[in-house]
């Protein structure tokens, strides 16, 4: 497996932050990820710097303060129990953070040139897509799409995949500005579902597009670990039988307009032909606002 694209739960943290994907760590330009754990009335304070960032809640509740103004976010008990509200916090401000009940946040981020106000996402504003059939059904939760909220760079989505199911298939790759695909850096951060942490696994595909770009991944991740996509194809995500997998994508690029585009492999695309005749896992949606 190519090193340096799969960082295990534990592997990257920084200070505060259980899980810190930088653009710098990640050894490209735009994408960030931070991973926050907080325990009953612990908050903390940081620096945005030249990124702006969501507050999404994975568990747990939480307060957050920023560039004067105060949003309580009221979060979930699980990512596989609702789907949740979120915040907007943008680029060159301090935020405060506090939780009185505790919980884990994830803060998806991106270098940003705009300044963007301080935003409330409600979770029942979020667009939650059923996509694919049969055993390549998920559900999507569209909570920062271009088309759903705005930013300057980032983009973010979350994906729940039911216990046997694959996601991200087919394969698609976005590493090139071209018609009908945008040029992206992407970072899958896994959760699974079950009984004890770390027990559940599901795996994650990653792998060239062309010979100037070897890039080889077949991980197995359990809660808490991430992916790095600088290029190539990726997928599937594969949820192992009793486990439901959880994965949040953070996505940005040079791109003036923000854009999900992709290109599909083409020798697994025909897949797509044969949803038409299949039904929609009827376990989905997993959940709803």
Known sequence: ??????????????????????????????????????????????????????????????????????????????????????????????????????GRFALPGALASRQLPVRYGAAADVPVELRGAGQASRQVNNFCRPDAF????????????????????????????????????????????????????????????GPDQEIDVLAEVRSGDAVLVPHGYHGPSMAAPGHHLYYLNVLAGPAAERSMAFSYDPVHAWIRDSWESAQVDPRLPLTAA
């Open 1 to 102: 497996m190519t090193p340096g694209y799969y960082r295990p739960a534990g592997s990257s943290g920084s200070g505060q932050f259980e899980l810190e994907i930088t653009p710098a760590a990640a050894g490209w330009t735009f994408s960030a990820l931070r991973i926050l754990s907080l325990g009953p009335g612990e908050l903390v304070i940081f620096s945005t710097g030249p990124e702006e960032m969501l507050v999404l809640p994975l568990s747990g509740n939480c307060t957050v303060s920023a560039a004067g103004t105060e949003l309580e976010l009221a979060g979930r008990g699980s990512v596989f129990s609702q789907v949740s509200d979120f915040c907007y916090v943008p680029r060159d401000v301090t935020v405060t953070i506090g939780s009185a009940v505790g």
């Open 150 to 209: 705005e930013c300057d760079k980032l983009v973010a989505v979350e994906v729940l995949t039911p216990a046997g199911n694959w996601s991200s298939y087919p394969p698609h790759k976005h590493d090139r500005p071209a018609p009908g695909e945008a040029m992206l850096e992407e970072i899958y951060y896994f959760e699974i579902a079950e009984a004890e942490r770390g027990a559940g696994l599901a795996y994650q595909r990653v792998y060239s597009s």
